[in-house]
């Protein structure tokens, strides 16, 4: 698929795939907060660091979905540290619920590198690196 | 939940997924027939959880009801903001939101049937 946006309108975070991206991050977003609350309200004893892994990255995909969605260089910027919180995140996380299960007994969204989810959390870090940068580029050139 | 609204739901927005993928592959914007489909399958979301929220009101809810109100809200609310955000793209990008939304849509019904009713 050739990119078809003018080059007036590419240096902006949300048009073009960041459309797409911001539509999947605010659905994240909604997804992990509403999960992970629901699970700290009703049994925070059973797992309290799984139930609060999610509310974080909840709010790491909220922020992102944000980020991604306003134009400007400090939104870009914010984009870009929550990508990256969200890649080391899944990284990390699902490392840890394979070769230490005991330390996340309940799953995340990023448990098992996202296993869960069709390991949509492991690509979409990727795809929103990927775009942050190549409009930063296209920014600069 | 009425079940064979559910099972039209999902057809419809399957096929709504489908017809956007194309109109994304072919390079073609949004345009005012695919605002029309989405706001079919917006009536029929809205006719499932207005018939769901009459059961609920005459007592026979769901045992995770939190839960099922929350996933309610959000089946209602997500083609609506995705049509928004789609159609503001003038590009072959915005069928693609839509396409995604119309993909989450029936695995969100999935889950509110297993919330409604619990296989034991």
């Known amino acids: 698929m050739s990119d078809t946006a ?3 309108t590419a240096k902006d975070l949300r048009t073009g795939p960041g459309r797409l991206l911001v539509a999947v991050y605010g659905v994240f977003a909604l997804a992990a907060t509403a999960r992970g609350t629901y699970q700290l309200a009703t049994g925070f004893e059973e797992a309290p660091l799984a139930y609060l892994l999610s509310v974080f990255a909840g709010a790491v995909y909220l922020v992102a979905a944000v980020g991604l969605a306003r134009a400007g260089r400090t939104s870009r910027r ?9 890649m080391v995140g899944v990284l990390v996380v699902g490392a840890a619920s394979l070769f ?4 996340f007994p309940e799953d995340t969204v ?19 690196l990927w775009w942050i940068l190549r409009i930063h580029r296209l920014d600069q050139g | 939940m009425v079940d064979w609204l559910t ?46 929220g009459i059961t609920m009101a005459g007592g026979d809810r769901p045992a995770e009801t ?10 209602v609310l997500l083609p609506p903001a995705c049509a928004v955000w789609g159609f503001m793209e003038r590009t072959k990008w915005g ?17 509110l049937e297993q919330l409604w009713n619990p296989v034991v």
Not at chain 1, 78 to 83: D, E, I, M, R
Not at chain 1, 100 to 103: C, F, G, H, S, Y
Not at chain 2, 33 to 38: D, E, F, N, R, S
Not at chain 2, 66 to 74: H, I, P
């Open chain 1, 6 to 8: 003018a080059p007036t």
């Open chain 1, 78 to 86: 914010v984009a870009l540290v929550s990508c990256t919180v969200e």
């Open chain 1, 100 to 103: 230490l299960p005991e330390v």
């Open chain 1, 110 to 128: 990023w448990s098992g590198f996202g296993s869960g989810y069709f390991f949509v959390p492991l690509v979409l870090p990727a795809l929103g």
């Open chain 2, 7 to 52: 099972m039209t739901i999902q057809m419809v927005s399957l096929a709504m997924a489908g017809w956007c993928l194309v109109s994304t592959f072919r390079d073609r914007p949004m345009l005012v027939p695919h605002l029309v489909g989405m706001g079919i399958l917006w009536l029929l979301v809205i006719g499932q959880a207005v018939a769901t």
């Open chain 2, 66 to 75: 939190a839960m099922f109100v929350s996933y309610l809200a959000t089946v």
């Open chain 2, 95 to 111: 069928p693609a939101v839509i396409a995604f939304a119309c993909l989450i849509l029936p695995v969100l019904f999935v889950r």
